[in-house]
């Protein structure tokens, strides 16, 4: 997505006035025409992600258009304190990017995996978090994380959908495949293997995929479509390449209940860690941790034979 | 009353400034006075001589917020009843600055290691937009043990932040011990030079100098090491730890007024 995003922000700083890009020194071979067109306002601030975080909520406050960009991992624990006493107090809308949510940077180990970059940032005061699926969702995401207001995060990953496959436009949720077997929500890039999967499978013995694209999640902003899924089917399976506490699961768990949406039988597949103490590529993490479009379609269909 | 009036000479003003800081915080029964005494003077030398409209002033030292409501005071942009509320409930007026109720505190402070860094924040945007205006930020001694501190002034140097002028209260004192012991933050100076940052030393009480080293035009980014005293004007808090934490009772208040009264 690294490519769609940096045309995307080329596109974008002919229209915002004032702005302003912030790199703690990533980008190599996906941002520099991004730096070539932004000249002075492109800034590497180094290896010293708490600065450029402060630093923005400095530029933001100024009334500058900033965006702070670094691998996930980077840009919300190293400066945690920074984000939440100098932007989210302060209501300001600086634009976080991690590039790599979940287990994308792999075999590059522990230090390199964000997995628990949303939950913890949705904890601070107006945190907004947009999170596209696929290469198409890119412009869309970025023009809606740039429509903020206040602090935002974007989580940018690798796409997986599947070739000549075209996903609908980027919202906050979107059905990605129709199913009357169950309903399985995956957080996203952890979409696009499902749809691979899916396609080949007949509509009534298939689950509907949906993608959550935005959080926090409001209980008034249940598409129907979804609910009518769950109250049909009354299965559920939740997925996210995320760690359990603070994820988008939960959060639906509760505004679910909170909306009266009765569903019968509900799982949530997260982000364990390393169960193992070993590494590899993202695809194995996520086998590890039944996050696999194989797993997930498993536990739907296992949650159905226990009724609901 | 407060002393706004631009007759009152420093020297009285800063007697009515200190003994409002003091009743102040014997009012709310908290400390950090020490801290408070050391930086009071230059805070009021900057607001009453030096910050213009288009400046901006960030506390870094966050812990000096009662010096900084007296200052705001002493300009006229707090109320004397305003000052009454320090540390109470529902008081705009926390023991470190909260932000979003006055133009004079534009960040919220407290945690150390983050004035600097926005204060970069701001002098950057002031180069990228071509806007008039400087911005100052007073840290403490010991906040410079705080690695985003360095990263700020590396950050500062390369982008070439003219806007930007950091003073430091160097009282020698921290929470736990001197900053020496502590973290060993001996040559201040010569570090910032180090780092491409001219620093120059100054009598962080004496208001001609003090308005002279602020005041100065040469370019940022550049630092003004404040030599101060913990607790000055406060013959048993002067130089003393303790005083760093400890409150007012009634007795040390009746007698630290009255030898700032005789100042």
Redesign the interface.
Known sequence: MRDRACASWVGLAEEED?F?FLTGDLGFRALEPLRDKLG??F?N??V?E??M????????????ACWVYSIAPFCYARPY??IR??VC??GLPVRLVGNGGGYAYGAMGATHHALEDYGSLLALPGMRAIIPAFRGDVDEAIRQTAACSGPVYLRLGRCEAPAGWIPPPFTAWRRLVAGDAGVLIAVGPLAGPIVAALQARPERSRPSLWALGKLPLVAGDLPEGLVADIERSRVLVVAEEHVATGGAGEGLAGRLLQSGVTVGRFEHVAARGYPSGRYGSQAWHRRECGLDAESLLERVAALRSRGA | MNSSDPTIDSAERARAARLRLLRMHHAAGVGHIGGNLSALDALLVLHHNVLRPEDRFILAKGHAAGALYVTLWSVGELRDEELDTFHADGSKLSGHPS??WTQGI???TG?L??GL??????????K??G?PGRVYCLCSDGEWQA??NW??L??AA??ALEALVILVDVNGLQGFGSTAEVGGIANLAERFDAFGVPAVRCDGHDPVALEAALADPTPGPRAVLLETVKGKGVSFMEDRLEWHYLPLDDALLAQACAEVERS
């Open positions: 004032g302003v002075a306002r800034i601030a180094g010293a708490q600065n975080v402060s630093v923005a909520a400095g530029l933001a406050a100024e009334g500058l304190e920074q006493n100098d107090q302060h | 932000a979003g534009p960040f919220a945690s290691g983050h860094p926005v204060s970069a924040g701001l002098a950057l945007a002031r990228l937009e806007r690695g985003s990263e700020a590396i950050f390369r982008q």
